[in-house]
C-alpha cells in the first residue's frame, strides 16, 4: 500500500533565489552537485529541486516551475509490482534503475512510485492550558527562532476534472475519499497513513487564481502553531511574502500559513490536522464553509459574507463511487476490461 510521499522534485527558473526561499523556510539540504539541490526531511521524503529546463525532469503540468513530480512510497516491492501490473493495463509504465516506477497519470502529473519506509518523526508538542483544564502546570512553552518542517503533508493540483482525478487515485492506487469542497475538489488520503488528506485536486476554474491545470502548493508538516508562526516571522523577515494566513481550515481541521515561493507554487506551513481512519465518514462541505475556520487579518473577499453553515456525509449514489471505467488498450481490451466504460 502506499504510506506516503517518498519525495517532490521542484522545477525552478531562478536557482539561487529558490535555494534562499527553501533554506529559509527550514528545510535541511543534503545533497547538493552542479544540476540539482536535494533536502531531506526526517520522515525521510525528500524536495530535490532542478533547474526548469533540466532534460532529466518529465512533463510539466501547465507550467514548468513548480512541482514537476511526486514520488510516493509503498510498502513492499510485491505492493510495488501489483501497482506496476495495474497501471501498465492502460498507462505507459517505466521502470528506473532503482527499480521505481514512473508514468504521468491521466490528468497530466507525472507521477514516480518506490519501495520507501517512512521514519516516523518525534514530535511532542506541549499540552495546552484553559481556565479548570490545566495540562501544563508550571511549566513554560517552548520558544523557537526557526520552524523546521519534518514532514511533506500534502501536495495540491488544478486539473481539468477534479473528480475524475480523485477516481482515478482511489480506484487504482487505493486513495481513500475523505471530505469534497463541494463544486472545488476532493481530498485523498494515501491508504498507509493517517492525515487527513495526501492530495487534494482542484477544479480547473473553480476559484480565482485556478484558470489552468497547475500544481498549486505543497503543504508542509510542524509540531505545533509556535513552530509554525516562528517560521512565519522567519519568513517575513527574510522578505518573503505570505498569501494567506495563519488560520484555521475547516476542512481538515489544520492550522495554515502560505506562502508565495518563488518558483510559482505556494509552500504551507501546516499543523494540527485530523487524522482518520477508515471508518471516517466523507463529507460534502459547502464551499466557502469548508474552505476556512477562521484567518487571521483582513478577510479575503470570498469570506466577507458569513457562508451558509452547511455539510452533510456524501451519498452513496454521489458520482465519486461509481464503478471505475478502465480504458484499456485496444490489444487488450476484451480479456481484461471491468467496470463500465466512460465513453
Ligand atoms: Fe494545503
Redesign the pocket.
Known sequence: MITGHAGIILGTSNMDEAKRFISDFGLQEKHADKNSVTYLLEEGSTVTLKSSDDPSLPPPLGTDVGVREICWGVDTQDALDELEANLSRDLEVSKDSDGSISFIDPSGIATQIKVFQRTPVLYCPEPLNAPDAIRRLGTRRRWRRRAHPKVIQ?V?YVVDDALEAARFYMHRLNFRLTDINRNVGYFLRAEGISEHHSI?FLNKGSVPGSETPRPD?V?FGVEDIDEMMAGAMHMQRSGWKKTMGPGRHRIGSAL?YYLKTPFGIEF?Y?TDNDHLDDHWIPHEWETRFGMINWVAGDLPPFWREEPEWEYKAVPADHPIYEPYPVKLREANSESAGTGKSKT
Open positions: 500534502h495540491v487534494f502548493h503543504s495554515f504551507e501546516d
